[in-house]
């Protein structure tokens, strides 16, 4: 339970990270929660030669709304997250999902940004932000690059980062009035990485009817999954048991989840479909205006 | 003076706020890891990443090399000294470090000892070893069939390591051959570990200009573990006069810290060569790969019994799984420990039990995780089987279970297996569970909500424990008979001291023990101190697990200070200027009889002892009492569960669990709760998270805490508890133990809960861990 030993940076500004990224290349590894980086080390699963610590950079740890974005920044804690109003007024995906990622100690420390960056499908916020049609800014030598988060996560513990760069902030568009969200995890206790969890997020028409639909599927395949046949079949429909019925059994035909010490991959498959059906008629029922 | 009551002195059945907690809730606890001694070096271990695999070659060069690496052990220097190899309790022997041939995952293979914990983790990294991979044993069902694993002991030619049984073998067969009404279950007791949260390690400091050795260690048993570590080394200095084990507070235990484990050897050992202070901490990772872990049973268990509803026999089939080396912690002649307890609560003719242990390539083990020697195993069989009787007669499993039950004009009651139960009254403890549950009216919502399609089980077991090991007829370990010390210092000014060979690693001993002699001397509980853990002080004992404390230790402490109390009256009775005769001890202290005005205190006594002395009386007041009980005590209880299941995920809840326990006198009914909440915690655990799995390789599957699980606060109910009272006849204070009753009596009420709730659509079974994905399994082939 002891790292290797490793050099250790601390900038004080995102170009001096990057300058130091660019020295060290893929030696070395960003350092803001840690709650995912240090257990590798302390397990020597990960001995990166370089550490860049970067919890003294000034003014990243925001989340806030602006331009018809809630925006989070590289440092901002979990823990931020529940705090925020506009995250419980106008984001109850956000919402439930920050009260199941590991314990309260954790989201003190844990970052969003890291929960995205270390690309594990077994992470809560990717699926999530897929669901909410989120996107990345990405800063490097040269600048900065937006990504949609749908094109961020490459493949188990790969993403569209470079050696170079640094996850700087995350772009989520504010939903329009009429929409609800919901995040259903089975776990194998609290604090636990899902076994399966699926996240829905949809605006309805004062008709009821969906004209926009998001799903992300955790810990289902090697990446986070957004579950694109669902979400296209459910646009301009109702949400009758039927359509969500279909919804669940496309989602489910998504995953590609393996079987592991949580569970069968027969039952985490099984659960896509059951929770996607869940998760849709709990963020309508939002969308509707209820708390349920 | 103000008459003196058991409130008063914090006596007996008072509940007395815990004294150890004031320095463990500021965080001011002593654990190994706390000990920082001048000049002190640390070691660690390279280990097997195979589960079977020959030894090649070890090339330390690189490791020796690391800055601060002062040293690698192998099994080839601890040859030299002839301590290569160990005795386990079980009278097995077992590799210190591995020599031609590793046995199990994560086995110890080199000792690194180096300036830092950091530079020994270096060190550990660049050891060099050379394995060739061999087939590993890992399902313990073929063990018998595959080659054998112990090729370094001569005459074992397969991998059985005993074969054990009791009862009446052909009287059992007997009933079962004619008997109306059979049933029959295969159950997996899966191997869990007890994961106490500090995990083993040790300190050890050899002087080599004395020759003296002190060894701070992680032990539930630092007397017997230091009769071993002499009659093992002492032929390289650690004789036993030389050699001080010193048990500091320890975090927890459950049986995981009752062996000798390699790395107190090693360290022990480092020290000696080196000349300081060695250091060596587990991780949790090798506390969970390589330390005692628990169960692992594999049981088939039939009844016999009359249509009506009578119970007239059992049988048992057990297979063991022991793992590399048989280290399970036993009474040494009791190889399956006290498994044929099995009967449990129910009155039968004939009763016969099997076990075949047999050695695989994972981890030794199988200590008891707050558990008295398999008893946990065994309520485990008996709970299961008798739901799954009341399942084939149609039978309500409350009714059932009374109509077997012991009756309490039975008791003492002979088993058909041959032990002697004390004292119960099974039926008053199952009515009080009931009546807190509102078990018909729990009945009649079950029944509305499978109309209704939905799932609910209430589930039962009715468990009896037993605890206190043990008779020294009959019990020891390595020899060493299980009885216990307790000695007793009453200060001239009225203060006491109190040594026991016991050791508290949670239960609370400053507490309880203070609160026993509290009230046999009439001395405020506040006004003594209870030490235990340290040889050097400590009088002999064999320490604590297997519920023993009490049952063992309480009963020295009891005479120890009933003693005391004697000589005392004499002295009493000098001041009072009486005969002995006309002095009684009444309200807590001696009086003259029929003239209570007329009394001293025992600190007015205690004075006298050291100040005026009668004539013919030695001076001073303090004396050593060794307690050999004249049987086990017989804890028991009944415990309810009731369960919601969501048919979609297969997710369930406990929504209530009702335990009544009985362990006879209840010293500290706030220590007691407080063990019963700890045991359930446990209990639920296994019924619901833990297993120890290993893949087809024989690699370990869960390492760490992220996938072995200890519940939280979330999944945890609110226990709802309520006890009786029946002491034991033989215990001086009637108590009886109840450390482990909620471990032994919960998992199976779970179980039988979920079963319950599935029992409509065909379901007699399910194994533990219980998890929503078997349930949803076990649905979805229902066709539900």
């Known amino acids: 339970m002891i790292p290797s030993a490793f050099e250790y940076y601390a900038p004080g500004s995102v170009a001096e990270a990057i300058a130091l990224l660019k020295t060290h290349g893929d030696e070395a590894k960003i350092l803001s929660g840690g709650h995912s980086l240090i257990p590798l080390m302390k397990l020597r699963f990960a001995s990166p030669a370089v550490i860049i610590d970067i919890n003294g950079i000034p003014g990243l740890d925001y989340v806030k709304e602006e331009g018809g974005f809630l925006k989070i920044g590289a440092l901002a804690r979990e823990a931020s997250l529940e705090s925020s109003p506009v995250v419980q007024q106008k984001f109850p995906l956000i919402a439930d999902v920050v009260k199941v990622i590991a314990d309260p100690q954790v989201r003190n420390r844990a970052t969003v940004a890291g929960n995205l960056a270390h690309g594990d499908p077994a992470n809560d916020h990717p699926a999530v932000m897929l669901a909410l049609g989120a996107e990345v800014e990405l800063t490097g030598p040269g600048g900065s690059r937006t990504l949609p988060v749908s094109e961020f996560f490459v493949d188990l513990l790969e993403t569209a980062l470079t050696p170079e760069e640094v996850l700087t902030e995350i772009r989520v568009p504010v939903p329009p009035a009429g929409s609800g969200g919901a995040y259903y995890k089975i776990e194998r206790k609290v604090g636990d990485f899902a076994t399966i969890a699926v996240g829905s997020q949809v605006t309805l028409d004062s008709g009821g009817r969906v004209t926009a639909a998001g799903i992300g599927l955790t810990n289902a395949a090697t990446t986070p999954i957004k579950a694109t046949d669902a979400e296209a079949y459910l646009v301009g429909k109702s949400l009758d048991d039927a359509t969500l019925e279909e919804a669940g059994r496309l989602a489910m035909a998504m995953s590609d989840p393996s079987s592991d010490s949580r569970a069968p991959a027969a039952y985490k498959k099984a659960m896509v479909k059951e929770l996607t059906i869940r998760t849709l008629k709990r963020a309508a029922e939002r969308a509707r205006g209820g708390q349920a | ?784």
């Open chain 2, 1 to 784: 003076m103000a008459t003196q009551t058991s409130q008063s002195l914090g006596g007996l059945g008072q509940s007395v706020k815990r004294k150890e907690d004031v320095r463990f809730i500021q965080g001011k606890g002593n654990y190994i890891e706390d000990i920082y001694l001048p000049g002190m070096i640390y070691g660690a271990f390279v280990r097997s990443p195979f589960a079977h695999a020959l030894i090649k070659g070890i090339d330390s060069s690189a490791a020796l090399e690391v800055e601060g690496v002062l040293a690698v052990v192998t099994a080839k220097e601890l040859a030299e000294h002839n301590l290569a190899w160990m005795p386990t309790f079980a009278g097995d022997t077992q590799a210190v470090l591995a020599g031609d041939r590793v046995l199990f995952q994560g086995q110890e293979v080199a000792f690194v000892v180096a300036t830092s914990q950091y530079t020994a983790a270096d060190g550990v990294e660049r050891v060099e070893v050379d394995y060739e991979e061999l087939a590993p044993v890992v399902d313990p069902h073929k063990s018998l069939e595959m080659p054998v694993i112990r090729t370094d002991k001569e005459d074992q030619k397969d991998n059985l390591i005993f074969k054990w049984d009791a009862g009446d073998r052909e009287a059992t067969d007997r009933i079962f051959n004619e008997a109306e009404v059979v049933v029959s279950q295969h159950t997996e007791y899966q191997r869990v570990h007890p994961a106490p949260l500090e995990t083993c390690g040790c300190v050890a400091n050899h002087d080599p200009v004395t020759g003296h050795t002190v060894i701070y260690m992680t032990s539930q048993a630092p007397h017997a573990h230091r009769t071993v570590f002499a009659l093992v080394a002492g032929h390289v200095g650690l004789e036993e006069h030389k050699t001080r084990v010193v048990a500091p507070d320890i975090g927890g235990g459950f049986g995981n810290k009752v062996p000798i484990y390699p790395g107190y050897v090693l360290a022990t050992v480092a020290s000696v060569l080196i000349g300081k202070p060695v250091k060596w901490i587990e991780t949790r990772t090798e506390n969970l790969q390589s330390t005692g872990f628990a169960r692992d049973y594999h049981t088939t268990t039939e009844l016999a019994a009359s249509k009506d509803g009578r119970i007239r026999a059992m049988r048992v089939r057990t297979l063991a799984d022991h793992g590399a080396f048989n280290a399970q912690a036993n009474p040494s002649k009791w190889p399956a420990g006290l498994y044929s307890i099995c009967t449990g609560s129910y009155d039968m003719e004939a009763a016969h039990v099997e076990v075949n242990a047999v050695y695989t390539n994972k981890a030794p083990g199988g200590v008891a995780y707050r558990c008295s020697f398999r008893v946990t195993e065994a309520a485990y069989v008996i709970e299961r089987a008798v739901d799954l009787l009341a399942r084939e007669l149609d039978m309500d499993p409350v009714e059932l279970r009374r109509k077997n039950f012991i009756p309490k004009e039975k008791f003492p009651y002979r088993s058909p297996t041959g032990w002697v139960y004390d004292s119960g009254d099974y039926h008053a403890a199952m009515d009080k569970a009931l009546k807190i549950a509102g078990y018909d009216e729990l009945r009649k919502e079950q029944a509305e909500k499978r109309a209704r399609g939905e799932l609910m089980g209430i589930g039962i077991s009715s468990f009896t424990e037993i605890a206190g090991a043990g008779p020294r007829k009959q019990f020891d370990i390595l020899g060493l008979s299980m009885n216990d010390g307790a000695e007793i210092r009453v200060h001239p000014t009225g203060t006491v001291t109190a040594r026991l060979g016991v050791k508290s690693q949670g239960q609370g001993h400053e507490t309880t023990f203070a609160q026993i002699i509290a009230e046999e001397l009439g001395i405020p509980s506040e006004k003594i101190i209870v030490e235990e853990g340290d040889t050097d002080t400590a009088p002999y004992g064999l320490g604590t697990y297997g519920s023993r404390s009490t049952p063992v230790a309480g009963g020295a402490t009891v005479l120890a200070a009933r003693r005391i109390r004697e000589k005392a009256r004499r002295i009493a009775a000098h001041l009072l200027e009486v005969s002995v005769e006309d002095v009684e001890w009444k309200d807590y202290q001696f009086q003259v009889k029929g003239v209570p005005d007329k009394a001293k205190t025992m600190a007015e006594v205690a004075f006298a002892a050291y100040t005026n002395v009668p004539d013919g009386e030695e001076m001073g007041l303090e004396t050593t009492f060794y307690y050999d009980p004249p049987n086990f005590t017989f804890p028991f209880g009944t415990y309810i569960c009731v369960v919601d299941i969501d048919p979609g995920t297969g997710e369930f809840k406990i929504r209530r669990f009702i335990a009544v326990d009985d362990a006879g006198t209840i010293i500290n009914p706030m220590v007691a709760e407080g063990q019963v909440h700890g045991g359930l915690a446990e209990g639920l655990a296994i019924a619901t998270m833990q297993e120890i799995r290993f893949d087809e390789q024989g690699n370990l599957l869960n390492s760490s805490f992220a996938d072995y699980l200890l519940p939280t606060a979330v999944e945890t109910p609110d226990w709802e508890l309520g006890k009786t009272v029946t002491p034991s006849p033989h215990h001086p204070i009637g108590a009886k133990g109840i450390g482990e009753s909620a471990n032994v009596g919960s998992p199976q009420a779970i179980v039988n809960a979920v079963v319950d709730a599935l029992s409509h659509l065909g379901v007699t079974h399910i194994d533990m861990p219980i998890t929503p994905w078997k349930i949803w399994q076990v649905i979805q082939e229902k066709g539900v």
